[in-house]
């Protein structure tokens, strides 16, 4: 009980410490052991499947997600000159690699990415970061939600495996100081498929609750963390995906299922016990007029042009996911907090060094 108790002091600390967060070697080994897996230049799996690495860029002048939560890059000189602009349009850090991804797909088939993301969220949450990493993924020829929930699944399932095999002390470290009964919580993930419920099988669950939520479950709302929680809870601590939510709730980039009148996409994400959403994907709309009506109608095609150039110029059906590498890093060691399973954590009002 008292090693427990240290371990737990000495991550508060290193949370709220002015230099380098020192994480506990065993959070930092089982990182680098995936980081080394996941960067390598070779096809791995995303990691053993033939897809390609792609490095997307970091600089950006896209908001893929649609949100508007970027930060800007500037130059230093422009505080001199605020009339220059270095790239000639404005430019941002990336909240996503997805749409370069799209655009390598069409010529490798099955691409990938692993690398750092920024979100300008104004949130000091156990669950985000303004910097944090993603493993990201775009697939050609994928018709079915289901194709694409298969890859989702296998992928963490392989990983996980990999880094049990790789990492088992840290692993252990980490099960038996701070997350006691977490092994247990993993193999039983591990050996179970994962279930796939509907969005508005989602809401009647959560409506049917006995349980009083802060957000009140509704048709048409985005779903909460407490929500994503107990439907994982609701389900038996099973990972569960959710697919074909509201067209108004996701971005233009999301194929249209045609199912007035309820009007989804065929999106899907994957909730994890402890965590809620892990992965995000979807079907990409890839028939032009779909395409050319949604941007227009959120006043994006002339920024998109590019973009609707692909389906213009011959496209094909596909899809694609991403994945948060630090919640992730949660989900498998039962960590609560994010910031303590990334050694410099950037977040609102933070940061040091």
């Known amino acids: 009980m008292l090693g427990a108790w240290c ?11 002015p230099f380098p967060r020192h994480k506990p070697k065993a959070k930092l080994s089982v990182r680098d052991a995936l980081g080394a897996q996941s960067t390598s230049g070779e096809r791995v799996k995303v990691q ?8 997307t860029p970091v600089i950006t002048s896209n908001d893929c997600e649609g949100a508007g939560e970027l930060f800007q890059v500037e130059s230093s000189s422009k505080i001199k000159e605020p009339e220059e602009n270095f790239f000639n349009v404005p430019a941002f850090l990336t909240v996503s690699g997805q749409l370069h991804l799209e655009v390598m797909s069409g010529a490798f088939t099955q691409v990938f990415t692993f690398g750092p993301t920024f979100r300008a969220e104004n949130s000091q949450s156990r669950r985000h970061l303004a910097e944090f990493y993603m493993v990201e993924a775009e697939i050609s020829f994928v018709e079915s939600l289901q194709d694409l929930i298969q890859v989702m699944e296998e992928l963490f399932k392989a990983t996980t495996m990999m880094v049990l095999s790789n990492c088992p002390e840290d692993v252990e470290l980490c099960h038996k100081f701070i997350a006691p009964g977490q092994k247990d919580r993993l193999e039983h993930m591990l050996k179970n498929n994962f279930l796939i419920i509907t969005y508005t099988e989602a809401v009647e669950i959560l409506k049917q609750a006995s349980q009083n939520f802060t957000f009140t479950p509704e048709w048409g709302v985005d779903l909460q963390t407490e929500h994503e929680k107990y439907l994982v809870k609701h389900c038996g601590n099973i990972p569960v995906f959710v697919i074909n939510y509201p067209l108004e709730l996701k971005p233009f980039y999301m194929r249209d299922n045609e199912d007035a009148p309820q009007h989804t996409v065929a999106a899907v994400d994957l909730l994890v016990p402890g965590v809620g959403e892990l992965f995000g994907g979807s079907l990409r709309e890839e028939r032009y007029h779909f395409l050319e009506e949604r941007l227009a109608r959120s006043g994006l095609r002339e920024v998109y042009q590019w973009y609707l150039d692909l389906r213009r110029f011959g496209s094909v059906p596909h899809g694609g996911f991403g994945m948060g590498f630090e919640r992730y890093l949660q989900c498998i060691l039962g960590v609560d907090n994010i910031k303590d399973v990334i050694p410099f954590p950037r977040f609102t009002h933070s940061c040091l060094l």
Not at 7 to 17: D, P
């Open 7 to 17: 371990l737990r002091r000495a991550l508060r600390f290193c949370s709220s410490a």
């Open 48 to 55: 053993d499947n033939g897809f390609v690495n792609i490095h």
